[in-house]
C-alpha cells in the first residue's frame, strides 16, 4: 500500500483582508499519485503549489511532506528542502539566458555540490535534447526549452513533480511530447501535482481535485 507523501491539514494563505487565496484545505497525497488539480483563474490553484514546492509560506495550517513538517522552516531550509524533494516545472521556463541547456540543467547540482554532467547528458537525451546540449535558450524553440526545463526538475531525482501549466505555452504536438514524458515519470514512482486549465490532461492524473474560492470543491478518482 502506498504511504502518504504530502498531508495537508487546515492550510490557509491570507495576503491582506480581501485577499484570502486558501481557505483550511485539507488534502492527503500518496506516493506515486498524480493529482490533477483545476478550477478557474484566481481560485488559488498556484497559491496550493507554491505552498508544496516550499515557495511560500502558509499564514496558518500544517503541510508535511515524507514525514517533515515543512510549514514552519527557515527559508534556506525550504530551499534546501525543496532541492532534494521537489521538482519544477512552470508555464514559463525560466531557464538562465546565458547558459547552455547543459549549464541550465547542471545548476540545481551546483548548489547542491554534486555536479554530475554525464548524469544531466543522460537526462537530456532520454527528453529529445542530446543534440542540443550547448544551445542557449533563445536558440530553443519552446518545446525544446519545456524539455530542458524538465530534465532540469529531473536533475536531483525528486519523489515530487510540480507542474504549473506545463503545456499552456506549447503547440499541440510539442504539448504531446511534455505530456508523455511527465507520464513516464509518472509510471516511474514520482509523485505529481499538476495543474490544468484542459479537462482533458487532468484526466491524464489519478485524481482531479478542483478549487473554488481557495477551497476544495471536490476530489475524485480517475473512473
Request: some cysteine; overall charge positive; proline content about 3%.
Amino acid at each position: 500500500m502506498s504511504k502518504i507523501l504530502i498531508s495537508i491539514e487546515n492550510l490557509s494563505k491570507i495576503y491582506d483582508e480581501h485577499t484570502i487565496a486558501l481557505k483550511e484545505i485539507n488534502l492527503k497525497i500518496k506516493s506515486g499519485e498524480w493529482t490533477s488539480i483545476i478550477g478557474p483563474s484566481g481560485s488559488g490553484k498556484t497559491t496550493l503549489l507554491n505552498m508544496v514546492s516550499c515557495l511560500d509560506r502558509p499564514s496558518s495550517g500544517l503541510i508535511s511532506i515524507d514525514g517533515k513538517n515543512i510549514s514552519n522552516l527557515s527559508r534556506t531550509e525550504l530551499t534546501r528542502f525543496r532541492r532534494e524533494k521537489i521538482g519544477l516545472i512552470f508555464q514559463q521556463h525560466y531557464l538562465v539566458p546565458y547558459l547552455t541547456a547543459l549549464e541550465n540543467v547542471l545548476l540545481p547540482m551546483y548548489y547542491n555540490g554534486d555536479v554530475q554532467e554525464d548524469f544531466a547528458i543522460q537526462i537530456l537525451n532520454r527528453v529529445g535534447m542530446g543534440h542540443r546540449l550547448h544551445s542557449i535558450p533563445t536558440k530553443l524553440s519552446g518545446g525544446e526549452q519545456q524539455r530542458v526545463c524538465i530534465a532540469r526538475s529531473m536533475i536531483n531525482k525528486p519523489q515530487i513533480l510540480i507542474a504549473d501549466e506545463p503545456t499552456g505555452n506549447l503547440d499541440q504536438k510539442n504539448g504531446k511530447k511534455v505530456l508523455n514524458l511527465i507520464k513516464d515519470l509518472h509510471d516511474e514512482g514520482n509523485a505529481i501535482l499538476l495543474v490544468t486549465h484542459n479537462l482533458e490532461i487532468a484526466k491524464l492524473g489519478d485524481s482531479i481535485l478542483e478549487i473554488v474560492d481557495g477551497k476544495i470543491s471536490s476530489k475524485n478518482g480517475r473512473s
